[in-house]
């Protein structure tokens, strides 16, 4: 059986309850969907583009401070089994920045 990264990383990429959120969702999956059908509504002439990077610039934003706590994640695990020495001249990143 799998170990997860975290639960609560895990519900960043994907949490199910976004099902009820709308078009208001928190895990970067549902962020993802609405992003794409945001760019197809803008090609199709349903929706302004700049409302469409707008989404987009949020998606990036939030899937950059994902892969930032993943990273962080995976460099303090390694750090503790000895297996990867982090470099002094880059902090640690914070699995603490919320989408």
Do not use: C, N
């Not at 609560?8 to 199910?16: G, S, V």
């Not at 695990?77 to 920045?97: N, Q, T």
């Amino acid at each position: 059986m799998s170990r997860p990264i975290s639960v609560r990383l895990d519900d960043r990429f994907l949490d199910y309850t976004d099902d009820a959120r709308g078009d208001q969702p928190r895990s970067l999956h549902y962020l993802f969907h609405r992003a794409h059908q945001s760019v197809l509504d803008a090609e199709s002439g349903l929706a302004e583009p700049d409302a469409a990077q707008v989404i987009l610039d949020d998606l990036s934003r939030r899937w950059s401070q994902y892969f930032d706590a993943v990273t962080s994640r995976f460099l303090r695990r390694a750090a503790s089994l000895r297996l990867l020495e982090i470099p002094d001249d880059k902090p640690a990143l914070s699995d603490e920045v919320d989408t």
